[in-house]
T-cell receptor, first 114, second 112 residues
Framework: EAGVAQSPRYKIIEKRQSVAFWCNPI?????LYWYQQILGQGPKLLIQ????????DSQLPKDRFSAERLKGVDSTLKIQPAKLEDSAVYLC????????????FGPGTRLTVL | SQQGEEDPQALSIQEGENATMNCSYK?????LQWYRQNSGRGLVHLIL?????REKHSGRLRVTLDTSKKSSSLLITASRAADTASYFC????????????FGTGTQLKVEL
């Protein structure tokens, strides 16, 4: 089966600009996660969706970050306006259902904010 | 915040040697998972150990869990150059949703 797809793979923007990332999870996976991974650190969960509903967004900086999964399949993560400290790799992961524990990760989008 | 702390931060060994990396965490967990991340790529799930298990094997991987010490170790036997990667432990504290909190990672380099 196809893996988790993400685009773009790389993005360079100036601070205060906006940026959006796209994720297409593995077909049939109900749960979708967005993580932020700053260089030298482990991934940090930003938001978790179950189908098209938000399960956990407690660590999402909601003043500048937003995410949606309107049809319960693919998802977008947006940053507006970007700050220098948002430079990181943004990882999307998906999981089949509530009785499985394995998350499958996409290749990530590397964001550089200048 | 990071739940787990890996030790060592970096490890360099020769091909064929064993590599051991450790993870310590702070709160009670439902399960602990280990992931591998190659340079420029996403994370790959390696192995999961539940809180009621003490040891688990998968191929050349052996994971132990000591819930009394809130620690886990990952052993890679007979390492290969292809094992060069960063390794992360991730804890699931339960409550549904498989919400993972990752550690800081160990960078493993296996030299020929």
């Amino acid at each position: 089966e196809a893996g988790v797809a993400q685009s773009p793979r790389y993005k360079i923007i100036e601070k205060r600009q906006s940026v959006a990332f796209w994720c297409n999870p593995i077909s049939g996976h109900a749960t979708l996660y967005w993580y932020q991974q700053i260089l030298g650190q482990g991934p940090k969960l930003l938001i978790q969706f179950q189908n098209n509903g938000v399960v956990d967004d407690s660590q999402l900086p909601k003043d500048r970050f937003s995410a949606e999964r309107l049809k319960g399949v693919d998802s977008t993560l947006k940053i507006q306006p970007a700050k220098l400290e948002d430079s990181a790799v943004y990882l999307c992961a998906s999981r089949r259902g509530t009785n499985t524990d394995t998350q499958y990760f996409g290749p990530g989008t590397r964001l550089t904010v200048l | 915040s990071q739940q787990g702390e890996e030790d060592p931060q970096a490890l360099s060994i020769q091909e064929g040697e064993n590599a051991t990396m450790n993870c310590s965490y702070k709160t009670s967990i439902n399960n602990l998972q280990w992931y591998r991340q190659n340079s420029g790529r996403g994370l790959v799930h390696l192995i999961l150990i539940r809180s009621n298990e003490r040891e688990k094997h998968s191929g050349r991987l052996r994971v132990t869990l000591d819930t009394s010490k809130k620690s886990s170790s990952l052993l890679i036997t007979a390492s290969r150059a292809a094992d060069t990667a960063s390794y992360f432990c991730a804890t699931d504290v339960g409550g549904g949703g498989n919400k993972l909190t990752f550690g800081t990672g160990t960078q493993l380099k296996v030299e020929l």
